[in-house]
Each structure stands twice: as C-alpha cells, then as structure tokens.
C-alpha cells in the first residue's frame, strides 16, 4: 500500500510541476542598467517580480540581446517583455500593461564637443550614436543628414562621444546617470534641452498568447498594490539616481 501511494505520486510530480509552472512567467530583455542588471537585480526586474508577487505568481528575468528577446517571445520561449514602449505598430501586435515607470529620452553631448542642440531638428549634419532596436529611431528619421554610430550598449556610446568619435549620443536619463557614476570620464557629459521624448514603459504580451490577457491583469493588480504598500517606492529610491 505504501509503496502504491509512491509511485502515485510519482507519477503525479510531472503534472503538479506543470501546473505550478503555468504561474511563473518569464520575461526577456537587454542588460541595460539600471533597469536590468542581472537576473535578480535592476529597477525593471524588481519592480515587475514584485508586481507579479503580489498577485501570487513568480517571474523569471532572461537576459539577452533585446532583439533576441522579441525572436523568443514569438517563438513562445518567452511569456513577455519585460520592457516596452508604446508605438501604433507594436500595439496592433501586443497587449501592453499599464506603465510602471517612464524613460526620459535626452541627448546628451561634451563640452569638449561644441554643438548648438535647439532640438532633434538642429541635429541635421552632425554625428550622433544610437542603441540598436530602441523605439526612438522613427523620431530621427526625418532629419536631414543625421550621420549615425548605431551600437548595442550605452556605455560604448559614451565610450565613443569621450573619443570625440561622435557628438553626442541619445540616452535615458537614468540609464546615463548610472554610467556617469560607473566612469569619470564622463563626468562632464550634460544632458541637453529641450527632452526628446518622455515615454511610459510597460510589460508586453503577444496578443495571440492566449494568457495574455491573465497575464497583463495580473501584472496591473499586483503593481497596483505595491503602489499602495510602499514596495514600489523603496525598489525606485535604490535605483533612481539625481543630477
């Protein structure tokens, strides 16, 4: 009898796994500090776990190449994206949480580089770098002339502005903040006005997963109650640096 009971369990641990698996979501994106540091560190990592938390499901961050990212969320490797903004094209495709933070898009140039910036406009004839697969690129396509370095990280953008290789690079604000505080070679890179852009940032789900739905409302309740609880505000004050 004893033995009977085992191997009934046995048999059930494959399907109690898959089960509880279905409540542990797993979302892709680039290391892009201070959003996504690591698996377990980052702005975005800890603020959309805890989200899930709260709601009472678990979530796995998987770093990798942002567009890889997108190749394993259509594949379904991945339930989402940890990190999206809104444009018409992508929301014909995915169901976008509510946003959870918001990116400040400047364009950051050296004092060493002179460059009289009055907008995006006044960029026409310069040499700026930009960072592979981020939504801002239809922003720059109409400018006249507008020679672009187009690289994977944003520290090798910086790189290439303090070698005078570029004039000036688009960055987020934090983003740009946290490599200042990691080189003091660019110590004495400004951020520039006017701000380019202030976009809400959200977690995206494939609208022909059929848990997208689940998973959004999921992802909304539990944001919203560590709104509430003060857990969102501690996670933002360890990451968000001032300048």
């Not at 951020?191 to 959200?202: G, L, M, Q, S, Y």
Request: proline share 5%; charged share 20%.
């Amino acid at each position: 009898m004893k033995w009977t009971a085992i191997a009934c369990c046995m048999l059930l641990l494959p399907f109690l796994s898959s089960a509880e698996g279905e409540d542990v979501y797993a979302g892709g994106h680039s290391i892009w500090p201070p959003y996504f540091i690591s698996t377990q560190s980052g702005l975005s990592v800890e603020i959309v776990k805890a989200a899930f938390n709260a709601s009472n499901k678990g979530f796995e961050f998987h770093p990798s190449p942002f567009s890889r990212a997108m190749r394993e969320l259509a594949k379904g490797d991945l339930d989402l994206i940890t990190a999206l903004w809104k444009t018409p094209a992508r929301e014909a495709v995915y169901e976008f949480s509510e946003p959870y933070i918001s990116n400040q898009l400047f364009f950051v140039s050296s004092a060493s580089v002179p460059i009289d910036y009055q907008g995006l406009e006044s960029l026409s004839g310069h040499h700026i770098c930009t960072i592979l697969g981020f939504g801002y690129q239809s922003l720059l396509d109409p400018i006249k002339d507008l020679k672009q370095m187009t690289l994977l990280e944003l520290r090798t953008c910086l790189l290439q502005l303090h070698k005078e290789r570029v004039e000036g690079v688009i960055a987020d604000k934090h983003a740009a903040l946290y490599e200042f505080k990691q080189d003091p070679a660019f110590s004495s890179f400004s951020f520039r006005e006017p701000i380019i852009a202030d976009w809400p940032v959200h977690i995206a789900v494939l609208k022909s997963n059929p848990r997208a739905s689940q998973i959004i409302e999921s992802f909304n309740q539990g944001l919203r109650l560590i709104q509430q609880n003060g857990t969102y505000d501690q996670i933002v004050n360890r990451y968000m640096e001032t300048r």
